[in-house]
């Protein structure tokens, strides 16, 4: 019976030194906690405020993404509208360039003897004085009869044939 006393004993004895040992690790880990307690709140704190700053951030982003969505629709309608008018310019390009052709090549036909004619009206009927005043107007000069007269000189077939028709703006 002795011996099973001292079993119960040295259980009893390696118990308490359990509970001691593990004592003495729990007031080490409450010391250690109590230690890092004002960085686990100040890290609490600035988690918090981190996240706040990301939610004022995340909505400023939003807002400025429904901005750019709203330039990105408005350009892209602006695109669409050049688009057309590019469209558009090219189809009038492609009616006018027959009709420049034609005007070229009427220019070409002309002949000293058309110009005599011209020249000789006193009164040039109003189509006549339409064209001659637009040529005038080409060459930087006065829209009138006298000047259109004075532009249908020896040189003028030349200087129609020669003009510079690219550089018109």
């Known amino acids: 019976m002795d011996e099973l006393i001292a079993i119960r004993q040295q259980k009893l ?5 359990t509970l001691e040992r593990t004592n ?7 010391t250690q906690l109590i230690a890092i307690q004002p960085r686990l709140e100040q890290s ?3 988690t918090i405020a981190i996240m706040s700053e990301l939610t004022v951030q995340q ?9 750019v969505r709203g330039e990105e629709a408005i350009v892209t309608q602006q695109a669409n509208e050049a688009e057309a008018l ?13 009709k420049y052709n034609a005007a070229i090549k009427a220019v070409q036909s002309l002949d000293k ?9 006193a009164r040039p009927p109003e189509l006549v004085m339409f064209v001659m005043a637009s040529v005038c107007l080409l060459f930087n000069q006065p829209q009138t009869w006298e000047q ?9 077939l030349g200087k129609l044939e020669d003009y510079d028709k690219d550089s018109l703006d």
């Open 148 to 156: 259109a007269k004075k532009l249908m000189n020896a040189e003028f």
């Open 44 to 46: 609490q704190k600035d």
């Open 113 to 121: 003897t058309d110009i005599s004619e011209v020249k000789s009206f």
């Open 24 to 30: 003495k690790e729990v007031e080490a880990m409450k």
């Open 59 to 67: 909505k400023e982003v939003e807002a400025k993404e429904e901005v």
């Open 86 to 98: 590019a469209q558009d310019a090219q189809n009038d390009l492609n009616k006018a360039i027959p």
């Open 13 to 17: 004895s390696n118990g308490l030194s």
